[in-house]
């Protein structure tokens, strides 16, 4: 792996991730304490994450384009979703609640919401950061 490349999605997923586990954490616990259900718990994990791993994706994207406009904004929304959107659906709904939830079943919450994500982390970017760099030469060699 080329460090550059490493250093880049670091520098673009980085931040996102350290939310993500935060707000995951806060999701498990919030719906199990107020469903007692640990399946359910689980999906609350994956959402907790998925609202703050794209809060933090998005707002950045957000910043960046607030002065080109909403054609700019549009996009942005176009190869967020291109970037994301095929690896998304399969995470939230199948991979990532189903991680979270083993994890916690064997580790218990603290440590297997952290440690679940992770695992789905793994499936998740193979998709993601393959269409990234694509999108980036792609870029490049339009300019």
Request: glycine share 12%; net charge positive.
């Amino acid at each position: 792996m080329e460090w550059p490349r490493a250093k880049r999605w670091l520098h673009r997923y980085g931040p996102a991730e350290v939310v993500g586990i935060g707000t995951a954490l806060l999701g498990s616990y919030l719906v199990h304490a107020l469903t007692g259900s640990e399946i359910a718990a689980a999906f609350g994990g994956a959402l907790g994450e998925t609202l703050g791993f794209y809060g933090v994706i998005i707002g950045r994207e957000i910043r960046r384009d607030a002065k080109a406009g909403p054609r700019a904004w549009l996009r942005t929304a176009a190869h967020l979703m291109i970037e994301f959107g095929p690896a998304e659906i399969l995470d939230t709904a199948v991979i990532r609640p189903f991680t979270m939830g083993a994890g916690t079943r064997l580790l218990g919450r603290a440590l297997g919401i952290p440690l679940g994500k992770l695992a789905a982390d793994v499936t998740f970017y193979v998709p993601v950061i393959i269409t990234y760099e694509w999108r980036r030469r792609r870029a490049a060699a339009q300019r």
